[in-house]
């Protein structure tokens, strides 16, 4: 049976980490993986502290409660449980569209260097083989689930991939664990579902091991991937002035055009997203090799895009959700999120900063069109429009960069330029304190 000494190899490799977590959904594979973690650290107690993070997508009926039971089951444990409450926005499929949020409230949890368990086994491998090879994946697809994958500024491991659901049920059984069941497994109207309940028990009645077989295939592929990858060779990965991640349009003109995209996909699973099918691809090399300096082809995958701007292409971000009204009220002290733009605050400086008087607070707007504005040390005033365009802006930013105001008096464009204002102080006078308005853009979703 599945012991926690089976983990022995993976997790000594990571005791440098400064930070375990869990993904902890309360279902069988994650609350496994959370005591089989629990119990190693209790015999290797030089092992990094270890916490939970429980996603509460709000999609069940019984969502509150799958909270409240991993929750307490931590409390059992006495392991810390991060509980975080996302609004899923369908774009499509509505199961791919949970596992971006998940995966978006995971990049902005990991602090540097920190490692995040995810509780995937053989069968989940066996059945993403599957789906991929009906949605006609190449090489790279094929080769599955990575084992460990970087994640934000921290790292993603699945240390259960080599072992069955079956084990893991077996585990459970004989440690007493309670766990939640989602009916939403039981719908055959998900491919993954129907696939599982209904294609590869039969495959197992005919090859009982047949998850051996594939994982055994897995594995060569991976090790063709990599070879085709290194054959290739991995793009630099470049960044947009608002920090998308991108690589160089030249590392694309390739003669070959299987070369050039073997290149764009091992960039792609590096930024932990998985490549479009094969014929998208190449239409979007053919596209960035016959159009202008100036073009700007976009490949839409359906959970992120790719543009080209300039001489690369990047990334872009997701949607642009202007808040009610276009406009927010921020007091010092105060933060708000802004979905397609990120986390705004007003954070208190020492010196070289805005000066705001008691009750006074910023109005944060967003371009209407035909705004302009006067800059320190430049003569006259000057059109937002060509200011984006001179300071490098990608076009998919440019209505979402925000517009600091004290009344109607201009301050700032987000945090790349002060606008001439005697608001902006070297030190704060007697008894006042200045504030600095704060811009973290928004996590980039990724996932296998």
Not at 188 to 208: C, E, H, K, Q
Not at 226 to 254: F, I, K, N, Q
Request: contains cysteine.
């Amino acid at each position: 049976m599945l012991q926690f000494t089976d983990l022995d190899k993976p997790l000594n490799a990571l005791l440098a980490a400064p930070h375990w977590y869990v993904a902890y959904s309360g279902g069988l594979d994650s609350t496994v993986l959370l005591h089989l973690l629990h119990c190693w650290r209790a015999a290797n107690p030089e092992a990094p502290a270890l916490g939970a993070i429980h996603i509460n997508h709000g999609l069940q009926p019984a969502s509150g409660a799958w909270q409240r039971h991993c929750e307490a089951q931590c409390r059992a444990w006495q392991l810390p449980c991060i509980t975080c409450a996302v609004q899923v926005q369908p774009r499509g499929s509505m199961e791919a569209a949970a596992r971006d949020e998940r995966y978006r409230v995971f990049e902005e949890r990991l602090a540097a260097g920190a490692v995040l368990f995810m509780g995937h086994h053989l069968d989940d491998q066996i059945e993403t083989f599957f789906l991929r090879l009906l949605r006609g994946a190449g090489v790279d697809g094929l080769a599955g689930m990575p084992r460990q994958r970087d994640l934000g500024m921290g790292t993603l491991v699945r240390p259960l991939l080599d072992f069955p659901r079956a084990e893991l049920e077996s585990y459970a059984r004989h440690h007493g664990l309670a766990f939640v069941e989602d009916p939403s497994n039981r719908d055959t109207a998900i491919d993954r579902n129907f696939l599982r309940s209904r294609v590869l028990p039969v495959l197992g009645a005919r090859w009982p091991s047949y998850r051996q077989l594939v994982a055994r295939a897995i594995g060569h592929l991976a090790t063709a991937s990599e070879v085709v990858t290194a054959e290739a060779g991995l793009p630099e990965t470049v960044h947009s002035r608002m920090g998308d991640p991108g690589l160089r349009v030249s590392r694309l003109l390739e003669p070959l055009q299987e070369v050039a995209a073997a290149r764009l996909r091992a960039w792609l699973a590096v930024q932990g997203v998985r490549a479009p099918d094969r014929a998208a691809l190449l239409e979007f090399l053919r596209q960035l090799r016959v159009a202008p300096a100036d073009g700007k082809p976009r490949l839409d995958c359906g959970q992120y895009a790719l543009r080209r701007y300039r001489e690369a292409i990047y990334l872009e971000p997701g949607p642009f959700a202007p808040p009610p009204g276009g406009s927010i009220s921020l007091a010092p002290g105060e933060s708000c999120t802004v979905d397609g733009v990120g986390t705004l605050s007003l954070q208190q400086c020492r010196a070289d900063a805005l000066w705001l008087s008691p009750g006074e607070r910023l109005t944060v707007r967003w371009r209407e069109g035909g705004e302009c504005f006067r800059l320190p040390g430049r003569p006259g005033h000057r059109s937002l429009k060509s200011l984006m365009q001179e300071w490098g802006v990608p076009p998919w930013w440019r209505s979402r960069v925000p517009l600091a105001y004290l009344g109607e008096e201009a301050l700032a464009v987000g945090d790349i330029a002060r606008c001439e204002s005697s608001r902006w102080r070297a030190e704060a006078p007697a008894g006042g304190s200045l504030w600095q308005l704060s811009w973290k853009r928004p996590a980039r979703a990724g996932s296998d």
